[in-house]
């Protein structure tokens, strides 16, 4: 029979990767797939217990209450199920390291392999690979497929009960610019300082509504600008305010002249509309999107929401590091001599373990944003105390 033409190259391939999975120490991959079933089990398991807590439960009463519509329920639960996903990952690297290297001291086929003069730390080398290939996983899946595919299952709830895209709405939209301020003479100095503040109540479907802009731009003048709606011109580049009143105070006298209007172009960046379309939580934006709303934030004068933000950027690459933690951690315990440990111990020793990192987590996290650690700290410190706490578990394995 003969072999289809684009068949071939596949095969080719196929057997240069099952060289190369051959070329191996027998030993990495002999512990590889002893570990590969209670990871598979792991992310599983784990996945359809938060997954039920956390959304099933939520749309089962939507479509109760809301008529939320099967369909859509449907899709928001395929959607939502990657963020999920990233959870487990971290849970399952723990939990398949613990339970395959508990399964083989129980059985004393690490005491055989210590017989033969291999090192514990040796042993625990394949389930470092193992965990370090499931971080870069759960970077992969935090960063390009999490926050798309929330922002699509936000969007799809969103229509499905008939609201506004969550995308198009921000409320409170506040951004205020520094600068030089015109002096009263010429060939002055007024120095430099807050030039203009936007505050938008909301904005929806590309408009601001409920606009007030202060200009303190010059030392002699304010004016004030009000607007039912405001609209971004890029052809112009400037800000066209709709149905509103312009309001001039003299700095010296106190006067006050006003004028309403239907259409007023103002000069003036676009970055409070780049605020206004930022996702409101971390989740749904990728490292990049996060940097460039930090950035935002810090031009706007948003001091506690720029850092509460440098924490979530630190923290989307302090959490895939969470795996390697964990496969220090699980492998550390369960290499120990005489190890025994049943599925149902190990996943109620995984739930612990994982709750008190997650809480030793949100404590640095919660210091981080309120200033008293630098993001950086606050992030990347319950991965350094486990990594700590994993090496002296190894070491006490090792004797």
Do not use: H
Not at 209 to 233: H, I, K, N, P
């Amino acid at each position: 029979m003969a072999s289809s033409p684009w068949m071939d190259p596949l095969r080719r391939q196929a057997r240069r990767l099952q060289r190369r999975w051959q070329m191996l120490p027998l030993l990495d991959r002999w512990l590889w797939a002893e570990m590969l079933g209670p990871l598979l089990f792991g992310v599983a398991a784990f996945t359809a217990v938060s997954l039920s807590v956390g959304v099933v439960f939520e749309l089962v009463r939507k479509v109760a209450e809301a008529g939320l519509p099967l369909w859509a329920a449907g899709k928001v639960l395929a959607l939502r199920m990657p963020g999920f996903l990233v959870l487990s990952f971290p849970m399952a690297t723990l939990m398949a390291t613990l339970l395959a290297f508990s399964r083989l001291s129980g059985s004393s086929e690490l005491t055989a392999l210590r017989s033969i003069g291999v090192k514990t730390w040796r042993m625990v080398v394949p389930a470092l690979v193992m965990a370090g290939l499931m971080s870069v996983l759960t970077f992969v899946f935090n960063d390009v497929i999490v926050p798309s595919a929330n922002y699509a299952a936000s969007n799809t709830l969103d229509n499905a009960l008939g609201r506004a895209l969550s995308a198009q709405t921000g409320k409170n939209v506040v951004y205020s610019r520094f600068g030089r301020i015109t002096p009263k003479q010429p060939g002055g100095d007024a120095g430099e300082g807050l030039t203009q503040l936007f505050y938008s109540k909301e904005f929806k479907n590309g408009e601001m509504q409920g606009v007030t802009l202060l200009d303190f731009s010059r030392e002699d003048q304010q004016q004030v600008l009000t607007a039912q709606t405001a609209v971004w011109d890029d052809d112009k580049a400037m800000w066209e305010f709709r149905d509103g009143r312009i309001l001039n105070i003299d700095a010296a006298s106190n006067f006050t002249t006003s004028a309403d209007y239907t259409s007023y172009y103002y000069p003036f960046t676009r970055a409070p509309l780049d605020v206004g379309m930022l996702p409101s939580d971390a989740a749904q934006m990728t490292v990049a999107q996060a940097l460039r709303a930090e950035a935002l934030l810090q031009q706007a004068g948003d001091q506690k929401e720029a850092r509460r933000l440098r924490v979530r950027i630190q923290e989307k690459f302090a959490f895939p590091a969470i795996c390697l933690v964990f496969g220090l951690i699980g492998s550390s315990l369960g290499v120990r001599p005489n190890s025994r440990t049943s599925r149902s111990q190990g996943f109620g020793i995984s739930v612990l373990l994982i709750f008190g990192y997650y809480l030793m987590s949100f404590i640095f996290s919660s210091l981080g944003i309120k200033g008293t650690l630098w993001p950086f700290f606050a992030a990347w410190m319950p991965v350094f105390i486990g990594l700590a706490g994993g090496v002296v578990l190894l070491r006490q394995a090792s004797r």
